[in-house]
């Protein structure tokens, strides 16, 4: 356990235990009470009443409270049942009243009291586990938002985080390997895993991981808000240049990417939408210049939605 939890936990004692003084002082008080009524109204038979006082509060507050009422109810029971009220002498039949008042409320404190005390443990093994189950569940949810092989996020926490860029200036990315293909058809599937892991391992240091999104295969998604246009670009050139230290193991291999980026406001999360369509085309414009390049471009809505309708038309998509 640690010093935070110790220290919340000593808390959380100290309040258990001034709640229960409380507890302890309002059962009282209601019984002394309950007892007063009973005088003044000269009730023959206190017992049921005062017996009801000690269940209702034994349930509610537990063993301190019983005790406390019991307490009171026998305090009240030798006044009462004793000769004069002196509360030492007694008949022989008030004797056994007394006997089994004293029986009734041993019995009755025992007894709620125990099921009180099972009723807050079970209670408190609950809350546990709800605590467990929501950590868990955090951890799943978190795990359900991180790509596995390349540590980036993926795309349903993509679609999670688009209203976070609302009203801020961003920059947008679309990136991918070069010769991703023939890659794979050359060295198999494991060297390509290998590949997009290191690309992921790049983003991630130079962009941060809340930045970086494995759009799909070979694709990724960088999205940075507030960065002006010359500190994007030295991020960017950090990436090429760390890009440039990873080699695949057979034949030494460089790897090398492809990126293109729009910048502007992201006024709605529509434009974010619209902006990956943007950043799509100018990859696709950047890769018909040659491999490992990188172009970027203002954006402009009405000029991003026509290139949407014209992929969406034609089906368009770059290639390796």
Not at 135 to 145: I, P, Q, Y
Request: hydrophobic residues 40%; contains cysteine.
């Amino acid at each position: 356990m640690s010093a935070e939890d110790q220290k919340w936990g000593k808390v959380e004692k100290r309040q258990q235990t001034a709640d229960q003084a409380k507890h302890v002082v309002i059962s009282l008080a209601a019984m002394i009470v309950m007892c007063f009524v009973v005088y003044i109204f000269n009730i023959p038979n206190p017992n049921m009443i005062l017996i009801t006082g000690l269940t209702v509060f034994t349930t509610l507050y537990g063993y301190p409270s019983g005790i406390a009422c019991g307490v009171a109810m026998l305090i009240y029971s030798l006044f009462f049942f004793s000769t004069d009220h002196d509360m030492i002498t007694f008949t022989s039949m008030n004797l056994q009243k007394m006997s089994v008042i004293i029986l009734g409320v041993i019995m009755n404190v025992v007894f709620i009291g125990n099921l009180k005390k099972r009723y807050l443990a079970a209670q408190e093994k609950l809350l546990e586990i709800n605590r467990l189950l929501r950590t868990d569940n955090k951890a799943l949810e978190e795990a359900s938002m991180v790509d596995a092989l390349t540590g980036t996020l993926n795309r349903y926490a993509l679609s999670r985080d688009y209203s976070n860029f609302e009203g801020h200036s961003v920059h947008v990315m679309m990136l991918d390997l070069d010769n991703f293909k023939q890659i794979n058809d050359r060295f198999g599937h494991a060297v390509g895993d290998y590949a997009l892991k290191k690309v992921g391992e790049a983003l991630t240091d130079v962009f941060g991981m809340s930045a970086c999104y494995r759009y799909g295969g070979d694709e990724f998604l960088v999205i940075c808000a507030g960065l002006s246009e010359d500190m994007f670009r030295e991020k960017l050139d950090a990436l090429r240049r760390a890009m440039e230290k990873v080699h695949l193991e057979q034949d030494n291999i460089p790897l090398h990417f492809s990126a293109g980026y729009v910048y502007g406001d992201c006024d709605l999360s529509y434009d974010l939408r619209v902006m990956m369509h943007h950043a799509d085309s100018v990859l696709y414009e950047a890769k018909k210049v040659g491999k490992a390049q990188y172009k970027g471009a203002a954006y402009s809505r009405s000029f991003a939605e026509s290139i949407e309708k014209d992929f969406k038309a034609e089906g368009k998509r770059y290639s390796d």
